[in-house]
Structures are given as structure tokens and as C-alpha cells.
């Protein structure tokens, strides 16, 4: 968590809704994996926060970068990153996009269909590309198990046809989903990715790269243990199933990176109950919800560690937690069994951790009116 960013609010008081990003952390998290991974490859995942106060800073420090869309990469290439530093990582691009990214150097492309591989040979020959398999994401917070990947028997097949296309099939990619608890569940995909390589290399295709994905967790309300322990797990993965001839390894770490370097801070508009029972859950209502950018809360599978900015003596109570707009939708937590002070007041303000990640990305740019989540750097 970032001292930091508490003090810069506490000394500013800046109106609310805001967040707060402490790149000292975003560094920190950046050495930890590559001292924790240092035969990957690091290609942060610019869809997580694409500010340019991250995306310099981990340029300076020689990071790669995984991209979504032609604007993201517009954004990478103006900090002075090359092409080959940039992998086009979505499996779903326009033509037009392929194309110019190809014309502004980037070599790397992900698919995992067939319509895909042939638009990636017709606007960007000779390219570079990688196949990512289907998942299941167990133990994951956030699972990616649905809209991306094909099976690995359609990824071997593809690949052999990227050959035929002029391509150069370069490797294997999947996720195991993000915030990931589990660091034993990079293990079967791994496998998955091996047995494609041999398959491949029987036919004399030579696959050179897998593509372990993100999955790496934030420090949210659930435990998690540190890269250390994912670090080492998916080595011995990778020794496990690859043994001395390893491939080169890219890892996509998003949230990781710059979830924690993050504090949101907000105020309490409304404090209120629906009945005049003593047992009836008092409702807290923020002036951030999930249209202001955490739009995470949806199904309370990401639950932030989230406290009162002053301290409030006395006992706790439950609350249902919800954001200010006219949208019945606009509930964060409500089974997620969180409580307030009884002595929490209207005004006051609550501080929610860990919330550098898919928030301001998040944020709806005018929903009833509401302004865009402001963001500081620091």
C-alpha cells in the first residue's frame, strides 16, 4: 500500500471522487516480478491504467508493453517505445488497425481463429503470431474462461496453417484469470502449451515463445501470497513440462502492477434505511459507484479493503455500499457483508485500497452527469 498517497491526500484534501497513483509502487511491483520471473519477458498490460505517468515510468525501466487497440499502442510508441516492444494482444482487431500497427513496426500478434489469422496475413505479412488456448480460470477472482481462446488441438491446426499463410507462428498464449489465488493453476496450461509445441515440431514447425498472460493479484480484502511464491511455482511448471530447453517466456501483468499503487478517496452523500426496523441494514451511499469507475464491484467478486479517512470511535455495523447515480444498478456491495462505524456521518470520507487498476479506465465519461474519476500521480 502506498504511504504515500495517503499523505498526498491528507495534505491536499482534493475534491472527491479522486484517485491517487504512487509510481514509486508501480516500480517497485515492476522489479519484484522481474526479480521473482527474470527469464520473462515483462509486457505490461496497458488496459489496466494506461496513464502516461505509468507508461513512462515503466519504459524507463525497459518494460514491454501488451496492447488492446491501435490507441494503445498510439500511447506506448509516444514515449519513444519501439515496435518490438509491443505485442497487439487482443484477439479481435479491425483490419485497418492491423495494418497500421504493422506499418509502425509491431511483429507480435495474438489470434485464436481462423477469420483472425487471415486478416493478421493479409495486413500484416511476415508477422510474428502467437495462438491463445481456452482456460478455466479456476480460482480466479475475475475469469477470462469465456470470450477468448480455442482449444488446443484448433491452436495446433492454426498455427500450422499461419505457416502456409506467410506467417511466422511464434508460440502459445492463455490466462489463467485475473486475480488469480491459485499459483498452482499455470501448471495444466503449460502442459497444454508443450504438447502443441511437440505436435508442431513433428510436422517441422518450431513454436518459440509461450505467453503465461497476467493473473498476478492486487492486495484486495481476500489473502494472497506474494510474486515470490507465484514466481517460483510457474518456473517449476515450466521445468516441469520444457525441462532445460525452455521457450521464451512473456508474462502480461496488469493488475499487479498497478493495482495497489493506488488510493480512491470519496465522500458519503447519503446515509439512509428502507424501513424503521432496528434489523434493517443501514444503506451508504458514496460519490463514486460503478459507473465512476468501479465498475470491478459487479457481482462483488473484487471487494476492496475500503475505511473511513478519520478515525471514528465506537462499534460497527453492516451496510450496503452504493454509488450516487439514478441507476438501480449502482449497488457495490450488498452480500458482501461489509460494515461502516456506527458513527459514520454524512460528509465524512472513506478511503478505498488498492484501486489503481480498471478504474479510471472504467469511468464513464458524462453517466447523469457525473465528471470522469480524477487521477493524481505522484
Known amino acids: 500500500m502506498s504511504d504515500r498517497a495517503v499523505k498526498f491526500l491528507e495534505e491536499t484534501q482534493p475534491a472527491t471522487p479522486c484517485l491517487v497513483v504512487d509510481l514509486d509502487v508501480v516500480e517497485r511491483k515492476y522489479l519484484g516480478l522481474t526479480q521473482n520471473l527474470p527469464l520473462s519477458e515483462v509486457f505490461y498490460a496497458v488496459k489496466a491504467n494506461p496513464a502516461p505517468e505509468i507508461l513512462g515510468r515503466l519504459a524507463k525501466l525497459g518494460a514491454s508493453f501488451d496492447t488492446a487497440s491501435a490507441g494503445e499502442i498510439r500511447s506506448v510508441l509516444a514515449h519513444g517505445v519501439p515496435g518490438e516492444r509491443i505485442s497487439f494482444g487482443n484477439t479481435i482487431k479491425k483490419a485497418s488497425d492491423i495494418a497500421w500497427a504493422h506499418a509502425q513496426g509491431v511483429r507480435l500478434y495474438a489470434f485464436d481463429s481462423e477469420a483472425e489469422l487471415e486478416k493478421i496475413a493479409a495486413h500484416a505479412p511476415g508477422a510474428q503470431v502467437f495462438c491463445r488456448i481456452?482456460?478455466?480460470?479456476?480460482?480466479?477472482?475475475?475469469?477470462?474462461?469465456?470470450?477468448?481462446?480455442?482449444?488446443?488441438?484448433?491452436?495446433?491446426?492454426l498455427l500450422a496453417k499461419a505457416a502456409t499463410l506467410g506467417l511466422e507462428p511464434h508460440g502459445i498464449s492463455f490466462h489463467v484469470g485475473s486475480q488469480q489465488l491459485d499459483t498452482n493453476q499455470w501448471d495444466r496450461p503449460i502442459s497444454h502449451a508443450k504438447a502443441i509445441f511437440d505436435k508442431l515440431a513433428a510436422s517441422g514447425i518450431?513454436?518459440?515463445?509461450?505467453?503465461?498472460?497476467?493473473?498476478?493479484?492486487?492486495?484486495y480484502t481476500t489473502g494472497t501470497v506474494g510474486i515470490e511464491a507465484y514466481g517460483q511455482s510457474i518456473m517449476e511448471a515450466m521445468t516441469k513440462h520444457f525441462g532445460n530447453r525452455l521457450p521464451r517466456i512473456i508474462v502480461e501483468p496488469g493488475r499487479y502492477m498497478v493495482g495497489d499503487a493506488g488510493v480512491l478517496e470519496a465522500e458519503v452523500v447519503l446515509i439512509s434505511q428502507k424501513s424503521y426496523s432496528a434489523e434493517d441494514r443501514h444503506w451508504v451511499y458514496l460519490d463514486i459507484g460503478r459507473f465512476g469507475g468501479l465498475a470491478e464491484t459487479e457481482g462483488e467478486a473484487i471487494r476492496y479493503r475500503i475505511e473511513p479517512s478519520r478515525q471514528i470511535d465506537g462499534n460497527s455495523r453492516?451496510?450496503?455500499?452504493?454509488?450516487?447515480?439514478?441507476?438501480?444498478?449502482?449497488?457495490?456491495?450488498?452480500?458482501?457483508?461489509?460494515?461502516?462505524?456506527?458513527?459514520?456521518?454524512?460528509?465524512?470520507?472513506?478511503?478505498?485500497?488498492s484501486t489503481g487498476a480498471y478504474t479510471t479506465t472504467y469511468s464513464a465519461v458524462n453517466f447523469n452527469g457525473f465528471e470522469p474519476l480524477k487521477a493524481y500521480y505522484i
Not at 513454436?207 to 492486487?218: E, H, I, R, W
Open 134 to 157: 481456452l482456460v478455466e480460470a479456476e480460482g480466479a477472482l475475475w475469469p477470462l474462461n469465456r470470450k477468448f481462446g480455442c482449444v488446443p488441438d484448433m491452436a495446433a491446426a
Open 206 to 219: 518450431e513454436l518459440k515463445m509461450v505467453d503465461l498472460g497476467g493473473g498476478f493479484p492486487a492486495s
Open 318 to 353: 453492516p451496510v450496503v455500499l452504493a454509488g450516487p447515480t439514478c441507476d438501480s444498478a449502482d449497488i457495490l456491495y450488498d452480500k458482501a457483508k461489509y460494515e461502516m462505524p456506527v458513527n459514520l456521518k454524512i460528509g465524512d470520507r472513506v478511503r478505498i485500497f
